[in-house]
């Protein structure tokens, strides 16, 4: 019951119309009750009435005895429809217009109204009639008093003759209007969530189609957010894919050479000493390939994981590069590389002395693998504002625009057969290197343009 969007609406419309109309109703009862117009209609009545009156009963009053008077009384409450009175200075009461069929006159309390007090006054009788009354001075202290019942609305008459038929109808065509407007509220609401519904189902299916953004904005940005949220799961979806078909590409290229001098050795083919040795190598080479591609996996998959354990230590940066170029420096050699080291002393930071060791020994020997002989590759160490910057420069072959982004990536590379054999990498060196310096609050990024070398710029947080 009033689960559904539409009928919460529905019944929201509908209590809000029938507050609405009862609290009209209510202050429309409200104001006929005091009935502000009709009372003062009455009111000038009575003063119109009192002035006429006074000014003919000055004259009639001279000499005229008890039954001219009541006769005069009479007369003009028949002709102007108020009570009529006349009160002796004693405050006894002559004459009374209205004596036999209403309560009698409050005489003294009348006669004993302080001078200069409001013209029109109230009394209520035995009968809890409200009269509204004015009074005129007379010659010789005499009273005229002439009263009128305060004017009552017919309230309930009033209401359901008046009042119900258009409040009733003005009720009904509200409710049709919230029936109406419920339904649209409801559609433009329910639509859009039921493609956002639908387009969940079909990313359960692994397929994605963007939702169109239209409808309330609060929807708009479910559906943007689901957008993004499913362009990601496709992307990651794809990327296993790509994980598994790499890992698989990777281990299949040594195992078929694995294989395949394996089986020269034992069906003869290579039979003498050299040629023996020669595919006991290859054999060896390419286990150890297929070694050290395992072991770069589980650092990722440890790293991705955050399971990789750091030992984390204090460093001097200068050291740090110092035993990386000498643990590097015969490839470097062996490229004809002119390798310089320029570091300030004294840069500290906080980090795992050896998995730091592995993030530069990559980018060292990336930068001797792509540099041709007789080329340079300086390394340069300072700090900047609160981080240790490392700047490894090469002058090799650089990287294309649309490529850097990417070699972060796992398993890519820039050119894949323009390495081949066993010195070939398998494009996870650098993903780890980022992952490795991410563990460290720590950046890498390369400014790289083709022909004019590669800068590798490694920001390192100064130990504290
Ligand atoms: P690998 O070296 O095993 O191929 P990396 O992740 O270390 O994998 O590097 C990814 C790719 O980035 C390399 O294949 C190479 O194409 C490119 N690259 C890395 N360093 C350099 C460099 N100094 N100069 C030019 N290209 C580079």
């Known amino acids: 019951m009033f689960r559904s969007i539409n009928s919460r ?3 929201s419309y509908l209590t809000l119309i029938t507050a609405i109309l009862g609290i009209v109703t209510l202050s429309l009862v409200f104001f006929l009750v005091r009935n502000p117009r009709l009372a003062r209609e009455a009111e000038s009545n009575l003063l119109l009435a009192a002035n006429a009156l006074h000014r003919q ?3 009639t009053l001279q000499n005229a005895d008890r039954a001219t008077l ?4 009479e007369q003009a409450d028949t002709l102007l429809g108020v009570r009529v009175a006349l009160l002796s200075p004693d405050g006894t009461v002559l004459v009374d217009s209205r004596a036999d069929t209403e309560d ?4 003294h309390e009348i006669t004993s109204r302080p001078q200069g007090s409001a013209q029109i006054a109230e009394f209520s009788d035995s009968n809890e009639q409200t009269w509204i009354y004015t009074v005129r001075t007379l010659p010789k202290r005499f009273t005229l008093v002439i009263a009128t019942l305060r004017p009552r609305a017919p309230l309930l008459s009033f209401f359901t003759d008046e009042l119900f038929p258009p409040i009733w109808r003005a009720g009904l065509l509200a409710l049709l209007l919230s029936l109406l407007l419920a339904f649209l509220m409801t559609r433009w609401i329910t639509s859009p969530l039921q493609r956002v519904t639908a387009a969940a189902r079909n990313l359960a299916k692994g397929q994605m189609r963007a939702i169109p953004l239209d409808g309330p904005s609060e929807i708009q940005s479910l559906a943007q957010t689901f ?3 499913g362009n990601k799961v496709i992307a990651s979806q794809q990327s296993q894919r790509d994980f598994v078909a790499n890992v698989s590409h990777e281990l299949r290229t040594p195992l078929t050479s694995i294989q395949g001098f394996a089986q020269a050795i034992l069906d003869g083919t290579a039979s003498s ?6 595919a006991a190598q290859v054999v060896y080479d390419e286990a150890a390939r297929m070694l050290r591609l395992v072991v770069d996996l589980l650092d990722l998959a440890r790293l991705d994981a955050g399971s990789m354990p750091l030992d984390m230590q204090s460093i001097d940066v200068k050291g ?3 035993e990386v170029i000498e643990k590097t420096t015969p490839l470097a050699n062996n490229a004809k590389i002119d390798l310089s080291l320029d570091s300030e002393g004294g840069i500290k930071i906080t980090g795992d002395h050896d998995r730091l060791t592995q993030v530069f020994t990559n980018i060292f020997e990336n930068a001797f693998k792509h540099t041709p ?3 340079r590759v300086k390394i340069l160490a300072t700090t900047e504002r609160g981080s240790a910057i490392v700047i490894v420069s090469d002058t090799g072959p650089g990287i294309p625009p649309e490529e850097v982004k990417r070699i972060f990536e796992r398993f890519y590379q820039v050119d894949k057969s323009r390495k081949a054999g066993a010195g070939r990498g398998s494009g996870l060196g650098l993903s780890i290197a980022k992952q490795i310096l991410k563990a460290h609050h720590a950046t890498i990024h390369v400014e790289s343009q083709p022909g004019a070398g590669s800068r590798f710029i490694i920001r390192l947080p100064l130990a504290q």
Do not use: F, H, I
């Open 227 to 229: 957008n993004e949220m």
């Open 273 to 278: 000493g050299a040629a023996l040795k020669q």
């Open 373 to 375: 002989a007789g080329g």
């Open 104 to 107: 009698e006159l409050p005489a």
């Open 320 to 322: 740090l590069l110092r």
């Open 9 to 11: 609406l529905l019944l």
């Open 57 to 59: 009963q000055v004259a």
């Open 70 to 73: 009541e006769n005069a009384a």
